[in-house]
């Protein structure tokens, strides 16, 4: 009878167990750490990410960006395009529609009023708000019933996402943060700190700078989420005591953005409490190439279109450096698991990114051999190629920093087999991206043949990044040495493209000129990607649920985060 | 030889140079010979060990990176697979070549104005002035200004190495000749004033002479110390420059660029750190202790004690 009595309860636990691992705060306590302590859970008086991402948690906006960039509905009930008639085919309105039966943690219904008052919030004239430049060019935000909401932009608006979209914009209590209006904002601690949100979690007691103690959010719309009861988020320390915290003592579930060399991180996972996880946003490191002459006896016209590069005008001699690297060793040295091989200039989000320079992946220093002999560039008698006179000898530079130096080591051997002589100079940072009109030593100058930096944009959106690269944004004497087409190139194709691309509204259309844009800068070898550099956190072995998102904040899912059995 | 013996006492004496006389004094000095034996070992490793240990020092070799000692490479290899032996070999070369180039410059324009502020009244405020005005000087952005001036000149005229060799020493010796001078001066105004020094002047001895055959002499032993100490200074600065990049090109090894690069990997591989700092601080502690042996050796009131 007893033993029946054990048997069968221990089968009504294993039957129950899978209800029991989808209830509402049955996983327990999650452990986060963040190594930059939070200071107010209000995004939008904050331009931090640890702000940011620690507001995630209670705060939500209408839709967000997936792991892959693309947008998901959060708040929203789908994301309004010009197909389905939620964006107007002028491109200056977009209409949001709500999903019906959402609560505020405190049970009162959220309404469009809410959307509305969001927008009012930021866009106060004597508020400063962090991220006024989400609701960029917008004129009016209406209410058109209980659940719809009007956006008005001023200008035709080809990427109308801005507003409302991402950790960035999140829909804020309209009740709550009445009174909180313009100058007054920093003022409402109790708001700013306990902000009233629709997220998994509410919180239960803010430390500015240190702890964040929050519980689960009673009145959340999926009712089995979240798993985890209790949260805690703990600021501060560095990266290298976060990473050892979840990856060798196991005393945190998560550790967000550890930025360590990649033998360090290879160390610490070897304790076997937690892995390290990696996710890509659109950070590329790249060779520049210099299309115009940076010689120095050129004078005041050194490195302008008047004076064109003696020879890395030659597409073969630039096709040949691009051969000549082995990406995937860069990788091995340099980042490990937070970067990967890249061909292109524009890696993510997926649906930009083009996969007609995979070529490039493997190294092919006879392919590149060949093409130097078949342009005509003789190897003389020290090894380095010259023709008419025009010595193969490329001056390289980049900013101060290990890995850096260490790539520029590598491509020196590898364009020396080529026949190819490089000279290697280093600058600081500070002086290197300093945009100092009065320096000789910044990357707009660059009075160099090649340099080597990491660049990305910002959002999801393209479009700006790849105008960078049209013939007006080139630096030169006129524009005081601003812009951001360092190689200087120059193309009406891609001009026209770029002109394509403001006009255009379709995602899809949108998508097929970025990636266009991209393979034209490949396949004319204007600059040479190497690395797609990533974003790198770890989390406990126990902890389930976790995709790292570099779109949007890394706590965008914590309401499926569960506790592993 | 055997003449010389027998030729008498006396003579002997009189045959035996001041030189002699240093040497027998610096030999009684323990440190100063350890030191000197070290230097000397330093130089010939570094101009000769390259014939002996053939690795190319900038030759990378990825799949032996991160290697312990071993018959293949002794010391070692970097992250990148290059030997440590010969990039210490290389390193060394122009360490050493910069730190005895820069002192030389150094200490022949501080004697040089140590000499004249000292010997002439009439010079002697406005080269203390100037001596002043270069001691006041920020080297840091003073040397961030020259190299922005003249990188490209030199780099053009004499290639990147040879360039920024002479940009270094040159920059390294016009910042540190001011303290040279200063001791000089001073030594000179006590020594114008002794006896000889005023009956060889009222002989009629022009300045040129006074100062080659009376005054210099007599300060030669500040003037040795300070250079040994230049020797020393001038490669800590040029690892200094190094480490804040405005030295040599990255690939291309000098102690101060060797112990920057191995920062990074002082936990796992120390060793590393461990080549470059020892032979930069051996180096230096040597030389000082050469000055040392020398500064006593060149002091006749102490010779013979």
Redesign the interface.
């Known amino acids: 009878m007893k033993l029946r009595t054990v048997l069968l309860s221990a089968v009504a636990a294993l039957a129950l167990a899978p209800v029991a691992q989808a209830e509402r705060g049955s996983d327990g306590h999650v452990n986060i750490i963040y190594w930059q302590a939070p200071s107010t859970m209000n995004p939008y008086l904050s331009g931090g990410t640890k702000e940011l991402e620690a507001g995630s948690l209670v705060l939500e906006p209408l839709a967000r960006y997936d792991q892959d960039g693309n947008m998901v509905p959060w708040l929203a009930e789908s994301i309004p395009t010009t197909e389905n008639g939620g964006v107007s085919a002028d491109l200056t309105t977009i209409t949001w529609k709500l999903k019906p039966g959402l609560k505020w943690a405190d049970g009162s219904p959220v309404t469009s009023k809410d959307v509305v008052f969001s927008w009012k919030y930021c866009t106060h004239p004597e508020g400063g708000c962090a991220q006024s430049e989400k609701y960029n060019d917008v004129s009016s935000v209406e209410a058109l019933d209980d659940l719809t909401v009007k956006v008005t932009f001023g200008i035709s608006k080809p990427f109308p996402y801005g507003p409302f979209v991402g950790a960035q914009s999140p829909i804020i209590q309209a009740a709550q943060f009445a009174d909180c209006l313009g100058a007054k904002a920093p003022e409402c601690t109790e708001a700013n700190f306990n902000p009233i949100g629709t997220g998994p979690f509410v919180v239960s007691e803010f430390r500015p700078n240190d702890v964040i103690s929050l519980k689960a959010n009673e009145n959340y719309r999926d009712p089995a989420k979240p798993a985890f009861a209790t949260a805690t988020l703990k600021g501060g320390g560095d990266a290298a005591a976060a990473g050892r915290s979840v990856l060798e003592t196991g005393e945190f579930d998560y550790a967000w953005n550890l930025q360590l060399?990649p033998?360090?991180l290879a160390n610490m996972q070897a304790a076997g409490k937690g892995k390290v996880i990696s996710a890509f946003g659109t950070l590329v490191e790249r060779i520049m190439i210099n299309l115009t002459n940076p010689d120095?006896?050129l004078g005041e016209e050194r490195g302008t279109k008047k004076h064109p590069h003696p020879f890395l005008t030659d597409m073969n001699v630039r096709k040949a450096l691009s051969l000549a690297i082995d990406r995937k060793?860069l990788v091995e040295?340099g980042y490990g698991d937070a970067g990967r091989p890249s061909c292109n200039v524009l890696p993510a989000p997926e649906i930009y990114k083009s996969t007609a320079n995979d070529g490039c992946l493997k190294q092919d220093v006879e392919a590149a051999k060949k093409l130097l002999d078949d342009a005509g560039w003789k190897a003389g008698a020290d090894g380095v190629r010259a023709k008419d006179g025009v010595r193969l000898s490329i001056l390289y530079q980049t900013s101060?920093n290990?890995v850096r130096?260490?790539f520029?080591?590598?491509i020196?051997?590898w364009w020396g087999e080529i026949g190819i002589e490089t000279?290697?100079?280093?600058?600081?940072a500070s002086v290197f991206f300093g945009s100092d009109p009065g320096?000789?030593?910044t990357f707009q100058k660059f009075?160099a043949d090649v340099e080597m930096y990491a660049n990305n944009f910002d959002g999801t959106d393209p479009e700006s990044y790849m105008s960078n690269w049209s013939c007006k944004q080139a630096p030169s004497p006129e524009t005081q040495w601003q812009g951001n087409n360092m190689p200087r190139y120059c193309s009406e194709e891609y001009d026209a493209l770029v002109a394509e691309m403001a006009k255009t509204g379709d995602l899809k259309e949108r998508a097929r000129l970025a990636k266009a844009m991209n393979d034209k800068l490949m396949q004319e070898y204007i600059m040479i990607p190497l690395v797609d550099r990533g974003r790198v956190s770890a989390h406990s072995n126990t902890l389930g649920g976790v995709v790292l998102n570099t779109w949007d904040s890394e706590l965008w899912n914590v309401a499926d985060w569960h506790r592993m059995k | 030889m055997t003449d010389r013996v027998q030729t008498g006492f006396e003579e002997t004496r009189a045959a035996r140079s001041q030189w002699h006389d240093v040497w027998d004094q610096f030999k009684t000095h323990r440190g100063a010979l350890l030191g000197m034996g070290f230097f000397v070992f330093v130089l010939v490793a570094a101009f000769l060990g390259p014939y002996v240990w053939l690795i190319d020092a900038q030759y990378i070799d990825i799949r032996a990176r991160n290697q312990g000692p071993s018959l293949a490479h002794p010391l070692g290899t970097d992250q990148l697979g290059r030997d440590t032996l010969a990039r210490l070999f290389a390193g060394g070369q122009v360490s050493l070549a910069v730190g005895i180039t820069a002192m030389a410059l150094a200490l022949s324009l501080g004697t040089l104005i140590g000499v004249i502020a000292g010997y002439f009244k009439r010079l002697d405020g406005a080269l203390m002035r100037f001596t002043d005005l270069f001691l006041a000087l920020p080297l840091l952005p003073l040397l961030l200004v020259i190299i922005m001036l003249f990188r490209d000149t030199l780099r053009t005229a004499f290639g990147p190495e040879t360039g920024i060799f002479i940009l270094i020493v040159f920059v390294i010796g016009i910042t540190s000749w001011m303290q040279t001078a200063r001791i000089v001066r001073g030594d000179v105004l006590a020594l114008k004033e002794r006896d000889f020094v005023i009956a060889s002047r009222s002989i009629g001895t022009p300045p040129h002479r006074m100062i080659s055959r009376h005054i210099l002499p007599n300060v030669l032993s500040p003037i040795m110390v300070s250079a040994t100490l230049g020797i020393a200074n001038a490669i800590i600065t040029e690892s200094a420059l190094s480490f804040l990049g405005l030295g040599f090109p990255s690939d291309f090894p000098t102690w101060g660029r060797l112990l920057f690069d191995s920062t990074d990997h002082l936990q796992q591989y120390p060793e590393r750190v461990l080549w470059p700092g020892l032979a930069i601080s051996l180096t230096v502690l040597s030389v000082n202790y050469i000055g040392d042996g020398l500064r006593d050796a060149l002091d006749p009131r102490i010779r013979g004690r």
């Open positions: 060399a033998d360090v120095a006896a060793l040295i101060t290990a130096q260490d520029q080591a590598l020196k051997q000279e290697l100079r280093n600058i600081d320096s000789a030593d009075f």
